[in-house]
């Protein structure tokens, strides 16, 4: 039981930066390996007004979210869009972005080592807390209601406004979106940078009951990667499933077996979809 | 056989006896830097045998190389077997691993390969410190061995001198045919009958063969091994940096971009110790940004501008 509530309050928290990553991969065709980085950000966001004006991370995640959303779109505008136009098909696309995104990783991880390089370490929230019987932190449980009401809130928006259909029109078929008028670029720069923008968010949240340094992004993106191919690509709600999955998983190796091996128990599940459903839980088989 | 390929390997063979004789006339700092280059150029050649036709690009060397050193270290340190039986049998663990990522991966699109590679080797050190932690008990381990850096640098020279003749006699084989319709489109590869999982599997294995070749040679260098020190994530984006920064579509460009890329890279970790991470960001957007095509793609372009 202990690991089950553990295990979806983690997964939750996940879901949320999964999302980022799919909104910016399965709409604007980006393969983001700086999004753990972006995420380290909004934690050290957190940390650092935490420490020096005891600002609660919540009031500072209302706050870095639309910086970061900013940041992404400049950083798409400036960065990426040349990318996209120099491409002559998508595995092109696909290298160079790889390679541009480690590059931001990088240099992100760099400048981040020189404004803090030790732990972000602070205490936010950490009362035990009771919930169906089971002794949870309290900021892991706030960190999950706020991820929950930011995860609903977004899948509400692409399911059931113009903007948020065009967005999943782009996701489905770049091609065929263009043909009945939707503004591709135009949407490829506003998924990017909500994308980036719920990323950070998560990162805040994470940052409350996870210690995170400058350079552990790398972790968050593989895990992010991880759930976004085993949710199915361009998939909202197989990005929330297979994120608890991970979570459940994750946390059960950690308390039974070792906390060393999580990343084996996600790279064994990776390897499994891999193997049996490359195409994502609930994805179709291509024909 | 057409003459310019005689010519290359020519060429080839008379820059590896050239390159012999640098322990002779040099010793202590810059022998230490003819080594590492000579590191360097090895695994990055066994990086373009692979990510190169393919343009897949592959982060598992820091993986293949940590389990070249890791195994020789336990070999000679836990069981007393002696490095040579370890050398020769290290590298096929390796090949074993990347007959395994490439056959869950490589069938699928090249993201899936690049995604899976990307955090192998923290995999694989979480779980190798787990089984030594765990139920091996030891924490370090140590290669002493009677090796010079000159023997070392040799040694790494053979390697590299082997791994381009293997890749220049590829490129003339069946399998460099089946690449390099692959590498233009796998769509045309796969109608004419080419299993192009297997060619690239196979192609990867060789890769994998190597890569551990080097890091067992290495691991006397360091003589005392533990798992963060080899299975390191940087050397695997550094080889990517210094291949991309000579060129890929030519066997010979990632030595054209080693050498550089090594005296900068000693000079940055020297003069600036804690802002590696940045400068290595930094050359990867310079070489996306600028030179797309590595030092290989502009000599090329100015040599068309001349004759056009």
Redesign the interface.
Known sequence: MDILVSGLLLGGTYALVAMGLNLQYGVARI?N?ASGEMLVLGALAAFWLFTTAQLSPVLTMIMVAPLAFIGNWLIYQL?LR??VK?AKNQ?QL???S???T??????????M??IH?EYFTYSYLANPFEILGTTVALNRFVAFVVALIIGVTLVLWLNFTRPGTAVRAVSVNTEAAKLVGINVPRISALSFALGGAVTAAGGTLISTFITLDA?VG??F??KA??IV?MGGVGDMRGSIIAALLLGLVETAVATLI?P??T??SA?LI??GI??FR?QGLFGKRAT | MTGSGWKEIGLAAGLVILAAFVPLVTDGYWLSIAVTAMMYIALATAWTLFSGPTHYISLATGAFFGIGGYLVATGMSDYDISFWVMAAVAPFVAVVLAAIVGAATLRLSGIYFVIFTLGLAEMIRGLVSWVQNNFLGSRGLYVLTDFTEAHIYWMLLIIAAVVYLIGWLIERSRLGFAMKIIGNDEGVAKHLGINTAAAKVALFMITGYFTALVGVVIAPRYSYIEPNLVFSPELSFLVVIMALLGGTQRLWGPIVGVIPFTLIWETISVSFPNATTFYLGLSFLLIVYFIPNGFVGLVEKLARRRQG
């Open positions: 393969m390996l960065l040349p990318l120099r595995g696909e290298v160079d790889i390679l541009a480690f590059g931001m990783s990088f240099a992100l991880v760099g400048i080592v020189a390089g350079s790398v972790i993106t593989m990667l991880i191919i070792d060393g091996l990343l084996v790279y990776f390897l891999l193997l490359p």
